[in-house]
Protein backbone atom coordinates (compact mmCIF):
# COMPACT_ATOMS: atom_id res chain seq x y z
CA UNK A 1 0.00 0.00 0.00
CA UNK A 2 2.91 2.28 0.70
CA UNK A 3 4.61 2.49 -2.41
CA UNK A 4 1.38 2.60 -3.91
CA UNK A 5 -0.11 5.59 -1.93
CA UNK A 6 3.91 7.22 -2.92
CA UNK A 7 3.26 6.67 -6.64
CA UNK A 8 -0.62 8.44 -6.39
CA UNK A 9 0.82 11.28 -4.65
CA UNK A 10 4.09 11.82 -6.94
CA UNK A 11 1.77 11.69 -9.64
CA UNK A 12 -0.87 14.76 -7.88
CA UNK A 13 2.13 16.80 -7.80
CA UNK A 14 3.16 16.52 -11.57
CA UNK A 15 -0.32 17.32 -11.93
CA UNK A 16 -0.39 20.22 -10.28
CA UNK A 17 2.50 21.37 -11.97
CA UNK A 18 0.70 20.67 -14.78
CA UNK A 19 -2.37 22.84 -13.90
CA UNK A 20 -0.29 25.76 -12.62
CA UNK A 21 2.14 25.66 -15.98
CA UNK A 22 -1.59 26.54 -17.85
CA UNK A 23 -2.00 29.74 -16.17
CA UNK A 24 -0.42 33.11 -16.47
CA UNK A 25 0.99 35.04 -13.95
CA UNK A 26 -2.73 37.13 -13.35
CA UNK A 27 -4.18 34.02 -12.31
CA UNK A 28 -3.39 34.59 -8.53
CA UNK A 29 -6.41 32.95 -7.01
CA UNK A 30 -5.76 29.79 -8.85
CA UNK A 31 -1.88 29.38 -8.17
CA UNK A 32 -2.22 30.08 -4.77
CA UNK A 33 -4.78 27.47 -4.25
CA UNK A 34 -2.87 25.27 -6.55
CA UNK A 35 0.21 26.04 -4.42
CA UNK A 36 -1.17 25.51 -1.15
CA UNK A 37 -2.99 22.25 -2.40
CA UNK A 38 0.95 21.17 -3.64
CA UNK A 39 2.51 22.11 -0.04
CA UNK A 40 -0.37 19.75 1.41
CA UNK A 41 0.18 16.86 -1.17
CA UNK A 42 4.25 16.88 -0.54
CA UNK A 43 3.79 17.05 3.51
CA UNK A 44 0.89 14.04 2.95
CA UNK A 45 3.50 12.30 0.98
CA UNK A 46 6.65 13.01 3.93
CA UNK A 47 4.28 11.61 6.36
CA UNK A 48 3.12 8.77 3.70
CA UNK A 49 6.89 7.66 3.61
CA UNK A 50 7.29 7.91 7.09
CA UNK A 51 4.76 6.81 9.09
CA UNK A 52 2.65 4.25 7.29
CA UNK A 53 5.95 2.23 7.22
CA UNK A 54 6.97 2.88 10.91
CA UNK A 55 3.04 3.32 12.31
CA UNK A 56 4.89 5.15 15.60
CA UNK A 57 1.51 6.53 17.25
CA UNK A 58 4.05 8.90 19.34
CA UNK A 59 5.43 10.76 16.75
CA UNK A 60 2.67 10.51 14.36
CA UNK A 61 0.31 12.79 16.55
CA UNK A 62 2.34 16.00 16.13
CA UNK A 63 2.78 15.54 12.36
CA UNK A 64 -0.62 14.23 11.80
CA UNK A 65 -1.28 17.93 13.19
CA UNK A 66 0.73 19.76 10.76
CA UNK A 67 -0.39 17.87 7.68
CA UNK A 68 -3.85 18.74 8.72
CA UNK A 69 -3.20 23.01 9.08
CA UNK A 70 -1.79 22.56 5.32
CA UNK A 71 -5.03 20.58 4.12
CA UNK A 72 -7.03 23.02 6.37
CA UNK A 73 -4.83 26.41 4.34
CA UNK A 74 -5.39 23.93 0.99
CA UNK A 75 -9.02 24.11 2.20
CA UNK A 76 -9.46 27.44 2.70
CA UNK A 77 -7.72 28.83 -0.89
CA UNK A 78 -9.99 26.35 -2.48
CA UNK A 79 -13.19 27.69 -0.75
CA UNK A 80 -12.35 31.23 -1.18
CA UNK A 81 -11.53 31.04 -4.77
CA UNK A 82 -13.11 34.17 -6.55
CA UNK A 83 -11.67 34.31 -10.10
CA UNK A 84 -12.71 36.24 -13.26
CA UNK A 85 -12.09 36.03 -16.98
CA UNK A 86 -9.24 33.88 -18.65
CA UNK A 87 -8.45 31.99 -15.35
CA UNK A 88 -12.54 31.37 -14.82
CA UNK A 89 -12.29 29.53 -18.17
CA UNK A 90 -9.36 27.77 -17.67
CA UNK A 91 -10.85 26.36 -14.62
CA UNK A 92 -14.15 25.27 -16.51
CA UNK A 93 -11.84 22.48 -17.78
CA UNK A 94 -10.74 21.46 -14.39
CA UNK A 95 -12.53 19.87 -11.67
CA UNK A 96 -10.14 19.97 -8.66
CA UNK A 97 -11.31 23.17 -7.53
CA UNK A 98 -15.31 21.38 -6.92
CA UNK A 99 -16.28 23.43 -3.37
CA UNK A 100 -18.80 20.53 -2.82
CA UNK A 101 -15.65 17.77 -1.99
CA UNK A 102 -13.52 20.31 -0.19
CA UNK A 103 -16.77 20.90 2.14
CA UNK A 104 -16.27 17.53 2.81
CA UNK A 105 -13.12 17.43 3.69
CA UNK A 106 -13.18 15.44 7.14
CA UNK A 107 -11.66 17.11 10.38
CA UNK A 108 -8.90 14.84 11.43
CA UNK A 109 -9.52 11.84 13.33
CA UNK A 110 -6.65 9.77 13.34
CA UNK A 111 -5.73 7.03 10.62
CA UNK A 112 -9.06 7.17 9.40
CA UNK A 113 -9.00 10.39 8.52
CA UNK A 114 -5.20 9.42 6.39
CA UNK A 115 -7.61 7.21 4.17
CA UNK A 116 -10.73 9.52 3.82
CA UNK A 117 -7.38 12.17 2.42
CA UNK A 118 -5.80 9.54 0.60
CA UNK A 119 -9.34 9.80 -1.45
CA UNK A 120 -9.29 13.39 -1.41
CA UNK A 121 -6.00 13.10 -2.98
CA UNK A 122 -7.01 10.18 -6.13
CA UNK A 123 -10.09 12.87 -6.83
CA UNK A 124 -7.95 15.62 -7.00
CA UNK A 125 -5.70 13.52 -9.69
CA UNK A 126 -8.99 12.88 -11.62
CA UNK A 127 -9.90 16.52 -12.06
CA UNK A 128 -6.48 17.87 -13.04
CA UNK A 129 -4.79 17.66 -16.77
CA UNK A 130 -3.11 14.55 -17.62
CA UNK A 131 0.34 14.63 -19.25
CA UNK A 132 0.34 15.86 -22.93
CA UNK A 133 -2.73 18.45 -22.25
CA UNK A 134 -2.78 21.97 -22.83
Known sequence: MVSE?????????????????????????????????AAAVAATRAFAEAELVLIDGSRSSARLGELSKLWQKAQQAVLGLSVEGDEKSLLRGESWH??????????????LWIKGLLGHCE???????????H
Open 5 to 37: TAKMLDDLSAALGRARSRREPGHVASLRALDAI
Open 98 to 111: KTERWKKLEKPAGW
Open 123 to 133: WLLSGLPEPGE
